[in-house]
């Protein structure tokens, strides 16, 4: 008969069994059984554990306390070290894996499920003599004993359903003497967290030295103005100047999630300046890039790729936590998790991914009835869906849509004046119902406030060739795309490119990014719009008419010129988008 219980498990194995028995196998299974009777048994009886079972390499012990197995592991650990001494120079090493979990018992004694499942991967991943156990245990055991513990974050392991976060427990046999006096680990903030490096001089001209510490300078306070991001100050970061350090150990030295590391290399004239930035936690490179400019005036330079690295840093770090939250079922994800992953899916630009999104961001606002951005991300996606005619004539059609994406907005701007997003789509609704002076207004307070943002900067382009501003709508949307080539939202920064070339009649630049952008996104029925327009302007008849029919298979309706007109009306490029449909043959 079985029964289940709540218990704390203990996996254990030899690291390197393997090559063990290749060198010695009798003298490997000697020391293991000592190892087993001399150590192991006798240290889990003092604990009040018990052996469940033993392999050839390795053994799982269960104990009804989370402290006691953690104290039996610790010294397991340190106790190998004195036997080790006293034998050959094949010594053995354990690695310990520890977690609680309701476990099921077998007649004859022996235990399954996930709190076992979970203890063997922990043990599989942990370090040569380590040990390293669930968050469930670190919360029951870090105000009870004198141990260090190390955030390590959350890994997925292989048919266990939801990512477990982790921390090691560093064993030494000064442990006991150190313990106290050992530097606390800092846990990872709620929200993103980066640390820039001071930008290593290359160039072994001192005078360099003043140029990657401006330019260190100024991406933090760039990176600070991110409301959304934890950005280590100043003067923690320059501790590490002209230091060769690892990584990962300043991430976990400033409790950090990213670093941004990079350097300068001068000569002559000329200047390289290289950034990456890195995901300590994996070792993942997320971003890199080499920029190469003329030195003629430094602070122009300066300003400009600091400009660059900030505006390409933000959305790779949304599409990196849009992923990690992928990986973990909605209810164990925090409401920034629920809302940047709504983020990464609104960008996809497609109907089942924004409906995806808006129902994550009605869970975030019933968790946090007052996280304003929340709400004003819930009027990004509603106004994509209007934009990308996702919607039926019922309740109220476009208009309606139009409605609850105003009301969404003001409500993000009453609970935070300085949202961004909710000011640029606040602006966006203005300038959709033609009070172009007033969605300026909103637009540039949007950028006031996050500058080098190209997404806010994209958007101020298409209200100023609405209102009729073509080259500075040309100038916004062109310096977005400058400002970030290689953005994962990059598709949405070329067709509202390409449409500003359109409105201003450069036809054969507009063509070449309006083309672009359906490469990027080929499901979009807003992309094929300003595209067979402007085919039509070039006597691309034939070529129009191919995303005409393309356009209509993904609506399943005809496009019809007099609706175009009447919806653009109010727009100052509507005259020109509607002759380029004409001249294409779209019908009346």
């Given at each position: ?34 190892l087993?009777?001399?150590v ?37 650990q340190e ?7 006293q034998?050959?120079?094949?010594a ?35 370090d040569?003599?380590g ?25 997925t ?30 846990s ?71 670093v ?100 994550l961001?009605d ?58 997003w909710?000011r ?71 067709v ?25 996104l ?67």
């Amino acid at each position: 008969m079985t029964a289940r219980r709540l218990a704390a498990i203990l996996a254990a194995d030899v690291v390197g069994f393997s090559t063990h028995m290749g060198q010695d196998e009798e003298g490997t299974l000697a020391r293991i059984k000592s190892l087993r009777r001399g150590v192991v048994e006798a240290m889990v009886a003092n604990h009040r554990g018990r052996v469940v079972k033993t392999t050839g390499d390795g053994f799982l012990v269960e104990f009804s306390s989370p402290v006691e197995a953690v104290r039996c592991a610790v010294e397991i650990q340190e106790a190998l070290p004195a036997k080790a001494s006293q034998e050959s120079s094949h010594a053995l090493q354990l690695r310990i894996g520890i977690n609680i979990g309701d476990i099921i018992i077998e007649e004859d004694g022996d235990i399954y499920g996930d709190g076992v499942n979970v203890a063997a991967r922990l043990e599989q991943m942990a370090d040569a003599g380590g040990i390293w156990i669930s968050a469930k245990v670190y919360e029951e055991v870090r105000d009870k004993l004198p141990y260090s513990f190390e955030d390590l974050g959350e890994q997925t392991f292989k048919n266990i359903a939801r990512a477990v976060r982790i921390y090691s427990l560093a064993v030494s046999p000064e442990r006991s003497k150190t313990a106290k006096s050992t530097k606390p680990i800092l846990s990872l903030p709620d929200k993103p967290s980066i640390a820039v490096l001071p930008f290593t001089n290359m160039s072994g001209d001192p005078e360099q030295e003043f140029f990657a510490d401006g330019m260190t300078e100024d991406i933090i306070t760039g990176l600070s103005r991110l409301k959304w991001l934890f950005v280590i100050a100043r003067n923690s970061t320059f501790t590490y100047k002209g230091r060769a350090v690892d990584v990962r150990q300043v991430a976990r030295d400033l409790g950090v999630r990213y670093v941004l590391e990079g350097s300068v290399r001068a000569s002559g004239k000329r200047i390289r300046i290289t950034g990456q930035l890195i995901d300590a936690e994996t070792g993942k490179h997320i971003w890199a890039e080499k920029y190469d400019r003329h030195l003629e005036d430094v602070f122009a330079v300066q300003d400009e790729i600091t400009e660059n690295v900030v505006a390409t840093i933000e959305p790779h770090l949304y599409a990196e936590e849009g992923l990690r939250s992928l990986q973990q079922p909605p209810e164990s994800v925090a409401t920034w998790g629920l809302v940047v992953r709504a983020i990464t899916l609104i960008h996809r630009v497609e109907r089942k991914a924004n409906e995806e999104a808006q129902a994550l961001l009605d869970l975030a606002i019933r968790r946090e009835p007052s996280y304003a951005r929340a709400y004003a991300i819930l009027a990004w996606a509603k106004w994509w869906q209007v934009f990308s005619q996702w919607f039926s004539n019922r309740n109220g059609g476009a208009e309606g849509l139009y409605r609850e994406t105003e009301e969404l907005a003001e409500r993000a701007l009453a609970l935070d004046p300085d949202e961004p997003w909710a000011r640029m789509t606040f602006g966006l609704t203005l300038s959709g119902a033609g009070h172009h002076d007033r969605a300026l207004d909103q637009l540039r307070t949007a950028l006031e406030t996050h500058p080098n943002w190209a997404m806010g900067r994209t958007m101020y382009g298409v209200a100023l060739l609405r209102a009729g501003y073509f080259d500075e709508a040309i100038a916004q949307t062109g310096h977005a795309l400058r400002m970030s080539p290689v953005d994962p939202f990059a598709g949405i920064y070329t067709v509202f490119h390409g449409l500003a070339l359109l409105a201003a009649g450069r036809f054969p630049e507009a063509l070449v990014f309006l083309r672009r952008s359906i490469k990027g996104l080929p499901d979009l029925v807003s992309h094929y719009n300003p595209l067979i327009s402007c085919c039509g302007h070039l006597g691309l008849v034939e070529e129009a008419q191919m995303y005409l029919t393309k356009r209509n298979s993904l609506t399943g309706r005809p496009y019809r010129v007099s609706v175009v007109r009447q919806s653009m009306s109010r727009f100052a490029h509507g005259d020109v988008f509607v002759e380029g449909l004409v001249k294409a043959g779209v019908p009346e």
